[in-house]
């Protein structure tokens, strides 16, 4: 599938920065949601990424902590510089909030019902007023990180477009890590 002509109702994820994305997107009227990350676990998280999915030699370290933070603090990772990359998206959600929702992951272990809340308003599907709450709670019951990981598509299933086992992209789900 192109980014430059996705089907109606989709919803696609990327470590794109915004300026890579195909024009056709950034001047549409679709809703991008970013979810931006403190850099220190970024670059812990990017690092345990690394070790589990180019597994190269012997041990547990394919990729010393200290290559990645000086590979991650120059800029030569892919995806680009990380403070670029946030700050793309944190300009063009000031820009057009109503099209693109700037999330902070602290931000949804602080005030996690308020945050589902402000998603599900910025998506066009706001929770009634009634029964809001019991819905929101139904939402974080089933994003509960334990029991994502134990969806069989999340276990054994493979990326379409990476080629990645899903089972790498979830590790502790904590902040400060």
């Given amino acids: 599938m192109l980014l430059s002509s996705p089907p109606t109702g989709r919803l696609l994820h990327t470590h794109q920065p915004y300026s890579y994305l195909p024009e056709a997107v950034r001047e549409s009227r679709c809703r991008i949601v970013y979810l931006a990350q403190n850099p220190k676990e970024t670059v812990v998280s990017m690092w ?37 990359h946030v700050v793309g998206y944190w300009e063009e959600s000031q820009r057009r909030p109503e099209e693109l929702l700037f999330l902070e992951y602290k931000d949804l272990w602080r005030e996690l019902k308020e945050q589902v809340w402000k998603l599900a308003s910025f998506l066009g599907k706001p929770f009634s007023q009634l029964d809001g709450d019991c819905e929101v709670e139904k939402v974080l019951w089933l994003s509960i990180l334990d029991k994502l990981k134990e969806l069989k598509v999340n276990k054994s299933g493979i990326g379409e477009l990476n080629h990645v086992l899903n089972s790498i992209f979830f590790r502790r789900g904590t902040v400060r890590d």
């Fill in 48 to 84: 345990h990424f690394y070790n589990k999915h180019f597994k190269i030699g012997p041990g547990d370290e394919s990729f010393p902590l200290e290559g990645a933070v000086e590979s991650f603090c120059s800029g030569v990772l892919p995806f680009g510089p990380f403070y670029e």
